[in-house]
């Protein structure tokens, strides 16, 4: 089936926090992950059947909802597992803070690498831990890791985990096999467990893809949990519906009984159904978004190249989110975002959040009609010229 992403779509008064929460409704929002899309037909089917059934009661979890993630992963990108290794939950942030619970002690360093997604930051904290941070370094407008104070970091005996966010958000980057191969060796040397955040795992253009950490060895999977969703690439954030999934038997049992003691073990009806339809039905619509939204990101490179050359567009290998080095101007992220929001009407995400090694930057969420992306790119460039 063929999809119109310029469709314009109405969000205001749905009760979402993207367009709900604004200070005035002339704001446009580009900040908060999710799109401005329609979801794929099968999805808006599953959901509208479940609907007309009318009764909403307590979830078991179907077996054809394991086969459909099971499926999806090997079918796509090559990674294999079975139904035994999956423990579904509410939510990728949820998933991360029970799977830290379950295989760290209180006061356990954790590595994280900003500048990152804000909720690592509440991940590591929430779990009792301690942020250690290796931060990546800007160059050339894009982000490598510096592997020595990695190394560094995770040789001292008090961190016990690397929480891994692949590909990068907000760093835009999609890590590749040997970066990736580079930074669990150094977990397994040092004996870190690996917790691999891959929401972003089907946002990849060109050249670039995305390598399950788990599908590097079978000692990698033993040492790993990844912790996913299709609520990201089929904008189905709000229903709720994440999976973390491990080999090692024992990590699981001690994540299930986290999970179940944190009362975060209960799903919805509309999330498994509509996850089901995505992994098995929503292939065509995924593969027409990504191209539409690699689209917008040529859209704002060169409105940014013509127009405000002076700032710097990371370059885009994964993710919706358009990081921009707005450092030359002098400002804070936060004084950047009150001026864009208050006098531009636009508001997106200060690089604050992601850390200090954010601090700088603006984050723009590209998962628009193109027509509202270049509307809000107007509205901004006095702003920051
Ligand atoms: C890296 C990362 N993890 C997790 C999430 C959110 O996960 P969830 O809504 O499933 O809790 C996001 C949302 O932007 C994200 O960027």
Redesign the pocket.
Known sequence: MRYDFDKPTERLHSHCVKWDTLKDESILPLW??DMDFEVSQPIKDAVLRRAEHGIFGYVAVPPCYYDSVVGWFARRHNWHFTSADILYTT??????TMVLKALTQPGDGVIIQPPV?N??FTNVKNAGCRLVENNLVYENNTYHIDFEDLERKASDPSVKAMLI?NPH?PACRVWSREELEHMVAICLKHGLAIVA?E??CEFTYGEYHYTPIASLSPEVAKHTVTCC?A??AFNI?GL?M?NIVTVNSEWRERIAEHLACCEVHEVNPFGVDATIAAFNESEDWLVQMLDYVYGNYQVLKEFFEKNLPHLGVTKLEGTYLAWIDCRSLGKTSDELVKELEEKGKVLLNSGSIYGKAGEGFLRVNMACQRARLVEALNRIKPYLE
């Open positions: 908060v992950a939510g990728v942030v949820p998933a991360v997604y909720c690592f966010c958000n955040d929401i972003h969703s609520s990201k954030a709720h994440a």
